[in-house]
């Protein structure tokens, strides 16, 4: 049982290059949601997803893109990545929004 | 939006002592998360509580709905819980993720 799968573990990107970062679960989980780690900041909600064909923004979603095709795929799409994308991006998995979370080990993307 | 705050910042101790981490909101909620993040980066939950107490093992976890408020507790602390505690609510119905705090960074000295 892998629980949240993130790929790649890091990356690094040029300004405008685009890319996809992956999360899988095997857990049956409704529930998936992105979020980024900022030093002195705590977690934000990037985007989120109740279930597979459905999406929609969090706090931070701009420059940011999400599909849900299946239940247990969401990947984050950066369109044209900039520095200010620098973070560390965490995805999560629950049964249903107000249930205990799984996360993945996360993403440190560099955009130079 | 609710606003998370935690308490203290950092915190440093020594082995065995008892911990105590604060975790207050501005807005009612639903339910409210510990989570534990090591210096790897790896995140996990702790807890999820909406009311009461919980434990599991040397970590207590309680809640004060009227008082807006959470506590999280190491008893008999180890150099292997340094951590950052990071406190997180579900504010209303909606599901639209977690408010988090900015974390505790908790450093235990054998």
Known sequence: NAGVTQTPKFQVLKTGQSMTLQCAQDMNHEYMSWYRQDPGMGLRLIHYSVGAGITDQGEVPNGYNVSRSTTEDFPLRLLSAAPSQTSVYFCASARTFNYGYTFGSGTRLTVV | ?110
């Open chain 2, 1 to 110: 939006k609710n606003e998370v705050e935690q308490s203290p910042q950092n915190l440093t101790a020594q082995e065995g002592e008892f911990i105590t981490i604060n975790c207050s909101y501005s807005v009612g909620i639903s339910a409210l998360h510990w989570l534990q993040q090591h210096p790897g980066g790896g995140i996990v939950s702790l807890f999820m509580l909406s009311s009461g107490k919980k434990k599991h093992g040397r970590l207590i976890a309680t809640i004060n709905i009227q008082e807006k408020h959470s506590s999280l507790h190491i008893t008999a602390s180890h150099p292997r819980d340094s951590a950052v505690y990071i406190c997180a609510v579900h504010s209303g119905g909606g599901a639209d993720g977690l408010t988090f705090g900015k974390g505790t960074h908790l450093i235990i000295q054998p």
